[in-house]
Every structure is written in structure tokens, then in C-alpha cells.
């Protein structure tokens, strides 16, 4: 009884083996694909068009200056703004909340805060709702990025 239960367990397993390769299989066909044009798309999204983020800028510029030396308007000096610590700007009176905000500005976060500049810093002194397409504010980011 006992040798007839362990060439069930065998052959039970084998056959559960089999079935998990297969559906593994059929997955990855099906799965991988996806997520690689997906990775492909957000890569391009995250590379943005420095020529269009320029055209862009235009509306930033209303408050913002983004040229070397260029003195701050309603909103600090933009040019070199990638790398650069949150509220340290000089010469320009930064709300408390982005004094606190801690981080260094990086192209992931400036598209963040282009989305939606109160998640990012909640309390920022910015009047502004936020870029919703991510192509332009990819574009954008692009184009400060370029600013050095």
C-alpha cells in the first residue's frame, strides 16, 4: 500500500510540474511583452524633447527666469535647477514649506512637482495646478535639465 501511495505522489507531482511549467510559460508569453513596451514607453516619457520643452517653458516663464544670471521674478531663477537643493536659491525668499522640503531637485522630482506642485510640497507659495500630460512635463524637465 505504502509503494503504491509514493508512485501516486511521484506521478502526481510530475504531473503538477508539468502544469506549473506550462502555465509559467504561457504567462511569460503573454505577460513580458507588455511589460516590456510598457518599460519602453515610460523610458521615452522620462526623455523628453529639450526643443519642445523650450515652447513650453513660456508658460513657466511668466514667473520664472531661465537664463545664467538672470535675476528671480515672481519665482526663483530656474537655469542650473536640476541638482540643486529645494529652496536654497540666492537672493530669492522661498516659502517655509519648500525650505523644509529636503531634497535635491532631480528630473523625477521636477516632473512629480510639475504634476502637482502642493503634493510634492505641501504649503509651497507656487499658484499653480500642475502639467497633467506627462509628454510635456517630460519636455519640460528636458529643457531645464539642458539649463547649465
Known amino acids: 500500500m505504502r509503494d503504491g501511495r509514493r508512485v501516486f505522489l511521484r506521478a502526481s507531482r510530475s504531473v503538477f510540474h508539468r502544469v506549473l511549467r506550462a502555465a509559467s510559460a504561457l504567462i511569460c508569453r503573454a505577460w513580458v511583452p507588455s511589460l516590456i513596451v510598457l518599460g519602453m514607453v515610460s523610458a521615452a516619457q522620462a526623455t523628453g524633447d529639450v526643443n519642445a520643452g523650450e515652447g513650453l517653458f513660456n508658460r513657466c516663464a511668466i514667473c520664472h527666469s531661465d537664463a545664467k544670471g538672470a535675476p528671480n521674478k515672481l519665482g526663483p531663477n530656474l537655469f542650473g535647477v536640476v541638482g540643486r537643493k ?8 522661498f516659502s517655509a ?13 521636477l516632473s512629480d512637482y510639475l504634476a502637482s506642485p502642493q503634493k510634492v510640497v505641501p504649503g509651497n507659495n507656487m499658484p499653480f495646478a500642475g502639467i497633467a500630460d506627462p509628454k510635456q ?9 539642458s539649463l547649465k
Open 86 to 93: 529645494a529652496g536654497t536659491f540666492p537672493g530669492y525668499s
Open 97 to 109: 514649506a519648500m525650505k523644509r522640503a529636503g531634497f535635491v531637485w532631480t528630473p523625477a522630482k
Open 137 to 145: 512635463r517630460a519636455d519640460i524637465v528636458a529643457y531645464l535639465a
